[in-house]
């Protein structure tokens, strides 16, 4: 799952990043508000994590904005306002959730798994599809009670592939999600993990449909 990260201190940005890339999320930061804005306005991203107190653009100005254009993007606050007049403008504003600095990155991480399950219509935290069982808080993949070891970005795929079953995503949205900024991607890096999925979840797992892109096999 692809986040904007969007945070003025370098500090707390560069482990911020790290720390979520490494809990298997696709991370990019950028660090004033119109940086953001632009972004926003270009790219697709699953969710946004935003802090208030921005340069050029203030964090609740970005989030009016990007309510105003009726983007349905989740939106979790990161802030040291701890206020709860703060907290109420920030959700009446058009935050899903508000977290107040400092925080745990474990919490971090579990709420913004909350925030792109209820994105996705789903009130259970594993994905279930023809026998395949996916849990993204402890990255295990189980087939019919057998665990399946997959690499970091087979994960991430076979997790936005089983979202929603009856999606097809095309390589290039494929690789928007997969991938952020700075991250090197091989001319057939898509298909290679897709090659892998299929060697160890069965080679009808995942369909390739002509000339439009892949999605799980339907129920």
Same mark, same amino acid.
């Given at each position: ?26 991370? #990019?930061? +950028?660090?004033?508000? $119109? ?8 790219? *697709? &991203? !699953? =969710?946004?994590? @935003? ?34 007049? #703060?907290? +109420?403008?920030?959700? $009446? ?8 600095? *400092? &925080? !745990? =990155?474990?919490? @971090? ?111």
């Amino acid at each position: 799952m692809r986040l904007l990260l969007v945070e003025d201190d370098a500090m707390i940005g560069e482990a911020l990043r790290t720390g979520l890339r490494r809990d298997g999320f696709t991370v #990019d930061w +950028v660090r004033d508000g $119109d940086s953001a804005d632009q972004v926003l306005r270009t790219e *697709p &991203f !699953d =969710l946004l994590l @935003l802090d208030l107190g921005l340069p050029r653009k203030d964090g609740l100005q970005l989030l009016k904005s990007l309510r105003a254009r009726h983007e349905m993007l989740p939106v979790l606050i990161i802030t040291a306002r701890d206020a709860v007049s #703060d907290r +109420v403008q920030g959700l $009446d504003a058009g935050a899903d959730d508000y977290l107040v600095k *400092p &925080f !745990d =990155l474990d919490e @971090l991480a579990a709420r913004i798994r909350a925030l792109l399950r209820r994105k996705s219509g789903r009130t259970v935290p594993e994905v279930e599809h023809l026998g395949v069982s996916l849990d993204p808080a402890s990255h295990r993949v189980l087939q019919a009670g057998r665990e399946v070891t997959l690499s970091p970005k087979e994960f991430a795929l076979l997790h936005l592939l089983m979202e929603r079953p009856g999606n097809i995503l095309s390589r290039a949205q494929i690789e928007e999600r997969l991938y952020g900024w700075g991250e090197e991607v091989e001319s057939n890096a898509v298909e290679v993990h897709i090659h892998g999925l299929r060697r160890k979840l069965g080679s009808d797992f995942i369909v390739n449909v002509r000339g439009v892109g892949y999605r799980v096999r339907p129920a």
